[in-house]
């Protein structure tokens, strides 16, 4: 569908064949972060993300492993629970419950990969001690999370959204920026902090597309702003001008937070 | 959360085993370890203190009527005002009454063994009740079972009549339990006692049940994918639930593709035997076909031993396909592969003669179609003529209403009057006719 890219993106992207990020762009785009300094709820997430990507995870998986991450977070604090621990864990579960079957030995080589860069794999007792952690963590996140682990992600409502935009532009209008693509970008980014809680998945995804409208210019015909009566409105209850632009600078800060992150140098 | 506390719920000298974090109880949000729970507790009292009867506190807590909350909790309440409780102190007070932990059940016989569980009976010490308590192995190596994470995950969001509820889920270090309402039987030891065949009405009654649960949760995009009579439970007033739901999972995407391996051979649809991967709703529908006949006729439908032996007793009774009854078979690797003869099919109805009553035979030959789009949906059977004479009333039921709240629906005893019974059946389908 779409190439999973992350934070700080834009849409100079330039593919390769078969739609992969050329690797020095990525690098350049995404620096590798130092996880070992200050983490952050935040540096979890994007562990989360960076595992993710690399165990070649569903767009979904990974979602649904930031929700639990987020929500796991709102009752326990970081100073009792590694981030890490806990992301891997996400991943773990979501994986199980999303049905993309990824083996924990995956989950955990990776993940100690991200922490330290470069690192010789793990010899067996480490792992061991790593996967009875991962795995007494599971029990932990299942109960936490109330064993409530179907999440309802925003990201078909994107697509069907994106579908009725397209219908709204005209064919023209809708190929001449990439909305799609960008959209795409940012519901993972979004993931990054806890907002994805916070609403609806409906108003989510209304709001990432009015967001992406905005960075182009681009306004839907009929739509009135002014009067309150934006295209948005018809998509779904949730979705009015003010919790709009309420998701929306939410998701302003979900970038400007990203300066937390200390990267490699 | 910072809500002020409304209740003193915690007399003195409550020991909590898990301190830090409750076992999900009944909680329908998913609630979490909170360093409120053992946190003293600040009471504002609100005005004069009052004793609060067992009553008040199922209904606080949303509990069964019947439950019985033990007599030392219920000494322990005062209440101070009404209002809804917070999350945290609804999921303590569960806790405190016992749910949630191992020894609110006491373990009776064992019912069986699956793959990833043991079902025991049990009783709860809460309700007398009997419940079924399926202990989940935790596997070192891998974690709790991917079945069980399915399987606990759907059926909190499963809320229905003909779906078996799920009442508590215990965590202990080693095993995972979950405690389920307690059903005398399933399907097919019920088809078993009956030894001949089940009143038309009572294969009305069960049907039209099972695709009222069905409906429910293909409407939620969930698909069971593991229909048989040994997960259909029945209890003594006939109630029909669907169970085992570890195969089941959500369908979110329909493009996905799922394993191949996942219905028992004998309900298994023949796009599925076929290699078939990508499958809606519809893969469900043919199992409750195989399921009506069996019901009707006594014997099961297809009872095939291999993929080979299962898909030859497809074809023999409904005809070998072709690109007119299944289009895109002809194309079919996995269908190329195997020397089918070309039948042209058997009668159903010589098989089994009752399927003539009630357009009996129409409803079942829209499940059993070989292209799964076309097979009829669990929503649109329900409306069949078939179940006609079950009245208009069950059609208004809402998802919690047993089908046995209609006015004069009534399960006939199949049991130990088989003499008797046939001739019963036959008067009753008779009066049907006017």
């Known amino acids: ?265 | 959360m910072k809500e002020r506390r409304k209740m003193n719920r915690l007399g003195q000298g409550v020991v909590h085993e898990v301190p830090r974090i409750g076992s999900d109880g009944e909680s329908e949000e998913a609630s979490g370890a909170s360093d409120e729970v053992t946190s003293p507790v600040n009471v504002k009292l609100r005005q004069k203190n009052r004793r609060i009867t067992q009553e008040d506190i199922n209904k606080r807590l949303s509990l069964p009527a019947d439950l019985r909350v033990p007599d030392a909790f219920l000494q322990k309440q005062t209440i101070s005002s009404e209002g809804p409780l917070s999350r945290s102190s609804r999921r303590q007070s569960l806790s405190e009454i016992g749910f949630g932990r191992m020894e609110t059940y006491t373990k009776l016989d064992k019912l069986g063994e699956g793959t990833y569980a043991t079902v025991y009976k049990g009783r709860s010490r809460l309700t007398e009740n009997l419940v079924a308590l399926k202990e989940i192995r935790l596997e070192h190596e891998e974690g709790a079972p991917c079945t069980a994470i399915r399987e606990v995950s759907l059926l909190k969001e499963l809320k229905h009549a003909n779906i078996v509820t799920l009442h508590d889920i215990v965590h202990t270090d080693k095993s995972l339990t979950l405690v389920f309402e307690y059903l005398d039987r399933d399907l097919k030891q019920y088809m078993d006692e009956c030894g001949a065949q089940l009143s038309m009405n009572n294969v009305k009654i069960f049907l039209f049940q099972l695709l009222r649960g069905l409906a429910y949760c293909h409407q939620r995009r969930v698909l069971h994918r593991d229909l048989k009579p040994q997960n259909l439970l029945i209890n003594e007033k006939g109630e029909l639930k669907l169970a085992d739901f570890g195969l089941a999972r959500a369908k979110s995407v329909p493009t996905k593709t799922y394993s191949n391996e996942v219905v028992t051979l004998w309900y298994r649809p023949p796009d599925v035997l076929l290699g078939s991967t990508e499958y809606s709703t519809q893969i469900d529908m043919w199992g409750v076909g195989c399921i009506m006949y069996e019901m009707i006729s006594g014997r099961p439908l297809f009872p095939g031993a291999t993929v080979e032996d299962e898909l030859h007793l497809i074809f023999r009774t409904l005809g070998t396909p072709t690109e007119s009854t299944w289009p895109g078979i002809s194309t079919n690797e996995d269908f190329a592969q195997y020397p089918f003869s070309t039948y042209t099919g058997e009668s159903l109805l010589t098989k089994a003669p009752r399927l003539a009553h009630d357009s009996g035979l129409g409803l079942l030959s829209k499940f059993l179609l070989y292209e799964a789009k076309k097979r009829i949906s669990a929503a649109t059977a329900l409306k069949h003529p078939f179940f006609e004479s079950l009245g208009h009333t069950v059609h208004t039921l809402k998802d919690q209403d047993s089908i046995f709240s209609c006015p004069g629906l009534m399960l006939t005893r199949d049991h130990n009057h088989k003499v008797t019974n046939g001739g019963q059946a036959k008067t009753r389908r008779q009066s049907m006719h006017f």
């Open chain 1, 1 to 265: 569908m779409s190439v999973l890219i992350p934070l700080g993106s834009d849409t100079r992207i330039s593919k390769n064949g078969d739609g992969a990020l050329t690797e020095n762009l990525l690098e350049e785009k995404n620096p590798a972060i130092d996880y070992s300094k200050c983490p952050s709820q935040y540096a979890g997430a994007r562990y989360i993300m960076e595992c993710g990507m690399k165990l070649e995870a569903n767009v979904l998986t990974i979602a649904t492993a930031a929700t639990y991450y987020h929500k796991f977070f709102q009752y326990a604090t970081l100073r009792e629970y590694d981030p890490y621990l806990i992301g891997s864990t996400c991943i773990y579960l979501a994986s199980k419950v999303e049905d993309s079957d990824i083996k924990i030995r995956d989950i955990i080589n990776v993940g100690v990969n991200c922490v330290k860069r470069n690192s010789l794999p793990l010899s067996l007792e480490p792992y061991f001690t790593i996967r009875d952690s991962v795995i007494h963590a599971e029990l932990l996140l299942m109960r936490v999370l109330g064993f409530k682990l179907k999440v309802d992600l925003p990201h078909k409502y994107l697509l069907h959204y994106i579908q009725s935009l397209k219908d709204w532009l005209g064919e023209e209008t809708f190929k001449s920026v990439p909305i799609t693509e960008v959209a795409w970008t940012v519901i993972q980014d979004v993931y990054h902090t806890p907002i994805v809680l916070k609403y609806s998945p409906q108003l989510l995804a209304a709001s990432i597309l009015h967001f992406v409208n905005q960075i182009y210019g681009i306004t839907v015909p009929g739509s009135d702003d002014v009067n309150e009566r934006s295209w948005f409105i018809f998509l779904h209850k949730d979705c009015t001008a003010k919790s709009v632009w309420e998701v929306i600078s939410k998701i302003f800060e979900v970038y400007k937070e990203e300066e937390c992150l200390e990267t490699i140098k």
